[in-house]
């Protein structure tokens, strides 16, 4: 039951697991809440009314009301055509670069969320990016490989995209071979001291706005300033008709840097390692996404849930699949992502999948999915 998915499948999958050592546990998130079992094998849906029920808080009371904000321009020639990033290319990155997660701020907590009604979602404004963030408050769920590869897909069919890494561990920018220790300037600089986005681009398989370790401080430096909240998006606004998507790697936390992520955003995509299947992690998010839309934000919606890391050998994948469907109905993606040792080996050399081995089926499975993003449009 529940089978609503969108298109067609992708074919199945063949490639033998990597047996690949995920940094789930590495990555510190104390939200992360699997309901599977020791063995991992049993999955517990939750109620399905906890799905169902809406009392968003709201965020601290805006400064001023969205419209009546101008988009902050920085002092900078107006409309470059993709000025060429002047980040040069460099040494590949040290491997053991990475952080605790950051939670600077508590996550927000909220009451359960209703799907957001189709008639009370804002239009995007033409002429302008799609801002796709890429989110779940669990970590070692291919957040950052999905936005690489996806980001990757669209600009291989054609389309401008930057990426832009807002995880202090800086995973995306060393996926890129850039190595976040030694970047200059980063998006700490350009959320905290409000320097135009365009310094911290660099130019790679696509553009991308580097991470590097002071963004660990970000939240706490952010968190007395005005419009706190706002200040990714005001920060985009410079750029956001210079590409046609741009795709935000995010902590995994909801805190004040993902809460940047989802107010600058049209579209969530939500990858979720179906081994650890979580709902309870999932319901979070939604009440998030939904105090976003109601105080922040009423364009952000869910794109879709992603599957990853799937063994699809295993009857516990299968299970898993069905419950985010009877769950999420046709918020589940019709392409699932295969586990393949490709997504380890590719980052190592600095770039995606789509590059490492373009004919393979760990690129193909990301190139099935632009297709479906694409296809959606702005529905
Ligand atoms: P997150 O950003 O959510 O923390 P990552 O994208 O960093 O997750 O992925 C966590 C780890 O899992 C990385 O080492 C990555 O290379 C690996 N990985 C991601 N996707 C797959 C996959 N489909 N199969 C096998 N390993 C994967
Ligand atoms: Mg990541």
Known sequence: MGLFNRGSRPEPPSERPDGHDNDWAANGNGAANPLGDADGRKLVAP??????RA?????????????????RQEPEPARAPSPPPANPPQPEPDDAARLTAQQALAPLRQQAAPRPQASAIAEEPEGRAQIISFANQKGGVAKTTTTLNLAVAFAESGHRVLAVDLDPQGNLTMSQGIDPDRVEKSMYDVLVHHIPIREVIHDREIDIAVASIDLAGAEIAMSTQIGRERSLEKALAAVVEDYDFVCIDTPPSLGLLTVNALTASDKVIVPVQCEYLSMRGLVQLQNTLQMIRENLNPRVRIEGILPTMLDSRTIHAKEAVEI???????????????????FAEAPVKGMSVLKYDPDGKAAYAYRQLAKEVLANGNR
Do not use: C
Not at 324 to 342: H, M, P, Q, Y
């Open 324 to 342: 985010l469907e009877e769950n999420f109905g046709d918020r589940v993606f019709a392409s699932r992502i295969n586990k393949t040792v490709r």
């Open 47 to 52: 109620p399905a009314e906890a799905l169902e």
């Open 55 to 71: 009392e968003p808080t709201p965020l601290e009371p805006e400064p001023a009301p969205r419209e009546a904000e101008p988009a």
